[in-house]
T-cell receptor, first 109, second 115 residues
Framework: QQPVQSPQAVILREGEDAVINCSSS?????VHWYRQKHGEAPVFLMI?????EQKGHEKISASFNEKKQQSSLYLTASQLSYSGTYFC??????????FGTGTRLTVIP | EAQVTQNPRYLITVTGKKLTVTCSQN?????MSWYRQDPGLGLRQIYY???????DKGDVPEGYKVSRKEKRNFPLILESPSPNQTSLYFC??????????????FGPGTRLTVT
């Protein structure tokens, strides 16, 4: 029941933008996004609920298309601190949260 | 301070020697869960619990047991560890009300090596 994330890895220069996609084969109630720094626990970024909403968090925002069962995370004007592995988590009817395999983002000067 | 704690943080053990990894949260969360993280496989759920005395299997439950006797604690038990259970383990908790899953908090992780 793991959602599928793409790309698996991306390298950016500071100031560049990136999009990380997350898709599920099941109907979704909500989508969660987390970021994990190397050697640390994942940290919550945002939740998107049914209704096709878009949310923002500093220069990081996300959208949720419930009809397509997809979500995208947008990172604009990337900073070195954005480096890490990003996970989407999807919640289906069972109210359980399943995580994707992650997208490793590296921002270089 | 709101937190999820896990112990031990690092553990090296031998095949077949029973072990328990403890997890505790101080946020009165209904939902708790265990994940294992392996390179390239992301976070895979082992077991989860919607509330006290309510537990269920996740995607990779084989070789693991859990219990939820108190709301704050959710220990992970490996009755007979094997080398393929060498991994990084995370405990997590969140509020679960009216069918809505809230922000999930993760513990610091337990790195387990089974030789």
């Amino acid at each position: 029941q793991q959602p599928v994330q793409s790309p698996q890895a991306v390298i950016l220069r500071e100031g560049e933008d990136a999009v990380i996609n997350c898709s599920s084969s099941k109907a979704l109630y909500s989508v969660h996004w987390y970021r994990q720094k190397h050697g640390e626990a994942p940290v919550f970024l945002m939740i998107l609920l049914k209704g096709g909403e878009q949310k923002g968090h500093e220069k990081i925002s996300a959208s949720f298309n419930e009809k397509k069962q997809q979500s995208s995370l947008y990172l604009t004007a990337s900073q070195l601190s954005y480096s890490g592995t990003y996970f989407c988590g999807t919640v289906t009817g069972a109210n359980n949260l399943f995580f994707g395999t992650g997208t490793r983002l590296t921002v270089i000067p | 301070e709101a937190q999820v704690t896990q112990n031990p943080r690092y553990l090296i053990t031998v095949t077949g020697k029973k072990l328990t990894v403890t997890c505790s949260q101080n946020m009165n969360h209904e939902y708790m869960s265990w994940y294992r993280q392996d390179p390239g496989l992301g976070l895979r759920q082992i077991y989860y619990s919607m509330n006290v005395e309510v537990t269920d299997k996740g995607d990779v439950p084989e070789g693991y047991k859990v219990s939820r006797k108190e709301k704050r604690n959710f220990p992970l038990i490996l009755e007979s560890p094997s080398p393929n259970q060498t991994s990084l383990y995370f405990c997590a908790s969140r509020r679960q009300t009216s069918g809505k899953a809230g922000e999930q908090y993760f513990g610091p992780g337990t790195r387990l090596t089974v030789t």
